[in-house]
């Protein structure tokens, strides 16, 4: 009976010195896990088991000693030791990961810790946990095993030659880092952004939404370009023929212009240089610079496009290469040119600010004009440059985009066909006061100076109509009329904008 109850004393003894124990270690491990932030999850309540287990163990022998010391006790001794040993290399990662990786490189130097690496050590805490239970626990020689695994690595090595060398490769990777995650590459006949790195190879996402996965071993074997080190900014090339006719400095001022107007081009100076007289053609070389290589593909077919509509603005052909045979129809010509024409004359005729013209003075206008052509995308006048033309819409459409202060931009409105914009600066000189981006491909007749200047010289009175129109449009803009104004008073303020307005065509015609 006492021998009995001794063996119950015992037990209850050693059930709670493991349920203190258990206690104890969730009790430490608390303020780990709030100031350290370690995330100590399902694994360590399994090592604290196991702790519990094993310090139970140790009272019930001290105490009792009773069949502790039979082979199957010792058997699930040696077990849990060494499922502890495992566990606790499993704590002692975490703590790694949290304090040397994460919080040491990490926050405070601001150094990415590759996955790889960070497997790495783990793997290595596991051998070494693994190595000291079958040297201390199983007496095994840690020679034997070393010599042993070396076998068995030469065995498997010339199997899976191939995949260690990908491992291997990766792991050169990530200590070299010639990319990182995020970043736009290019190996071999490939591009594409990383979107992973791991043991065996490197996940790019090319331009078509598609995942190639690349074994590290063959990007080690290849030349590797980051377009994202040590910035994003790198540079485009495209390339064009002019015509000899065209003088090569006023071909690259074009071929600038071309370019600093496109969306997605950086600021920087485009390069423009002549690189070799071909058979049919001067061909020039265009480098410029952006930021986005996804977008890369779409922004050099934008600064093509523009090139192709500033020079055919410029009247500076792409010439056929001289062995074609272009056939030549002047009859269809003609009549594409007259439709133009009457195109423009129509569009005139529309516009408010011409009523003071009859009809032979609007055909001589849109002879004198010169139509032009912008495509979908590009800017026609930016905001306070310098001009001294009107543009009539005759095919397309635009928008009117003011700017105000901190570089915010705003659309203020559309210009669909017979709409004009630019008339201050045709009548006054005056700076350009709006943007005017094309919505659609445009058709735009330009009415310049030099082409209104003899009419104007001819008809005093049409500059004097076409001041009190201005006026009003002045007025409109500026919402005097939206206001409660006496009558006498507004026609005193149309009268001063008028008279000044025609003070500033006579002095900018010199009439």
């Known amino acids: 009976m006492n021998e009995a109850w001794s063996h119950i004393e015992s037990t209850a003894i050693c059930i709670g010195v493991a349920a203190m124990t258990y206690l ?19 694994s360590f309540h399994i090592f604290a088991l196991l702790s519990a287990a094993l310090v139970a163990w140790g009272v019930h022998r001290a105490r009792d000693g009773s069949y502790v010391d039979l082979p199957w006790m010792l058997s699930a001794r040696d077990a849990l030791i060494s499922a502890w040993a495992v566990f606790l290399a499993l704590q002692v990662n975490s703590v790694l990961a949290r304090v040397v990786w994460q919080f040491a490189l ?48 030469i065995v498997l090595g010339f199997g899976l030659q191939n995949l260690l060398g990908d491992v291997v490769a990766g792991i050169a990777l990530n200590l070299e880092k010639p990319f990182d995650i995020g970043d736009w590459i290019w190996v071999g006949e490939t591009d594409g952004e990383v979107i992973e790195i791991n043991w065996r190879a490197t996940r790019l996402r090319t331009r078509d939404d598609n995942y190639l996965i690349i074994p590290n071993g063959n990007i080690t074997k ?16 495209c390339s064009v023929g002019v015509e000899y006719a065209a003088a090569p400095n006023d071909v690259k001022n074009v071929l600038r212009q071309a370019v600093r107007r496109t969306p997605g081009v950086l600021p920087q100076e485009p390069r423009v240089r002549l690189k070799h007289f071909g058979d049919s053609a001067i061909n020039y070389e265009i480098k410029f610079w952006v930021n986005n290589r996804a977008a890369s593909d779409d922004i050099l077919s934008d600064v093509m496009t523009g090139i192709w509509y500033a020079l055919h603005r410029a009247q500076m052909n792409i010439p056929f290469p001289i062995r074609d045979v272009f056939m030549h129809q002047p009859a269809e010509a003609d009549n594409d040119e007259q439709q133009r024409r009457a195109d423009a004359e129509r ?26 052509r912008f495509g979908r995308g590009e800017t026609v006048i930016n905001k306070g440059d310098a001009g001294d033309s009107l543009f009539v819409i005759v095919s397309g459409q635009a928008s009117v985009k003011l700017s105000y202060d901190g570089g915010r931009e705003v659309v203020a409105g559309a210009l669909n066909p017979g709409n004009t914009f630019g008339e201050m600066s045709l009548l006054t000189g005056a700076p350009r006061n709006a943007t005017i981006v094309a919505d659609s491909d445009l058709r735009l007749l330009e009415i310049g100076k030099e082409a209104l200047e003899p009419l104007l010289r001819e008809h005093p009175a049409v500059a004097e109509a076409m001041s009190r129109l201005m006026a009003d449009r002045q ?15 507004a026609a005193v303020t149309r009268a001063d904008y008028a008279t000044g307005l025609l003070r500033s065509i006579r002095g900018f015609f010199k009439i």
């Open 24 to 42: 104890v270690l969730l009790a430490a491990a608390h303020p780990v896990k709030s100031r350290l932030r370690v995330p100590l999850g399902f």
């Open 106 to 153: 990490e926050e405070k130097r601001q150094v990415k810790v590759p996955k790889l690496l960070r497997d790495l050590a783990k793997v290595l805490l596991l051998l070494a946990a693994v190595l000291c239970v079958m040297k201390f626990i199983y007496g095994q020689h840690i020679g034997t095993l070393l010599t042993a695994s070396g076998i068995v690595a």
């Open 222 to 237: 290849q030349n590797i370009t980051n377009f994202h080190y040590p910035n994003r900014v790198h540079a485009l090339k």
């Open 347 to 372: 569009a005139l005729r529309e516009e408010k600010l011409f009523e003071p013209l009859d009809n032979g003075q609007i055909a001589v206008l849109a002879r004198r004009g010169r139509m032009v």
């Open 475 to 489: 007025l409109a803009t500026d919402g005097f009329f939206k206001q409660q104004r006496l009558t006498t008073e």
